[in-house]
């Protein structure tokens, strides 16, 4: 398989794992819609990271990196910029998103408790292989001596 075939099909698993990662469930709010309790009675919901709202931007970012990856399995080329500054982009976006609902001004506001679930670290590792795929350099091309 060539290199470009493979960093391709590495750069599409990346973003089906940020896509993924975006729309499952990234924590947990104590109240609907994340508001504080109501006389201390409390009901968990689980929110995905499109409810919480960072959870858009890594979506779209990651549908992105995906439709670059398809691109490039369709021999269209890559763009190793935009597929870092995908990356880097859901990685800013996950980043904010913790520290806003751990120290943010939001944080006593919008009931998010406990830490990250599953998802959060899905769509951290779709990120990061979709970083190491972008760094990754096609082979060069040697003209054919015939």
Do not use: K, N
Request: hydrophobic share 50%; aromatic share 6%.
């Amino acid at each position: 398989m060539p290199r470009s075939v493979l960093a391709a099909a590495v750069l599409v698993v990346g973003g089906t794992l940020v896509v993924l990662g975006s729309f499952s469930v990234w924590g947990p709010c104590s109240q609907e819609p994340c508001d504080p309790e109501l006389a201390l009675l409390m009901h968990i919901y689980e929110r995905s990271g499109v409810d919480l709202g960072w959870g858009i931007v890594t979506a779209v970012l990651g549908a992105a990196v995906l439709v670059l990856g398809v691109s490039a399995l369709l021999g269209r080329g890559r763009r190793p910029l935009l597929e870092r500054l995908a990356a880097v982009g859901i990685l800013l976006a996950v980043g904010l998103h913790l520290y806003l609902s751990t120290y943010g001004p939001s944080a006593a506001d919008d009931g998010f408790i406990a830490t990250p679930y599953i998802a959060v670290y899905v769509t951290v590792i779709g990120a990061i292989v979709v970083l190491v795929a972008s760094l990754s350099r096609p082979a060069d091309r040697r003209p054919d001596p015939d």
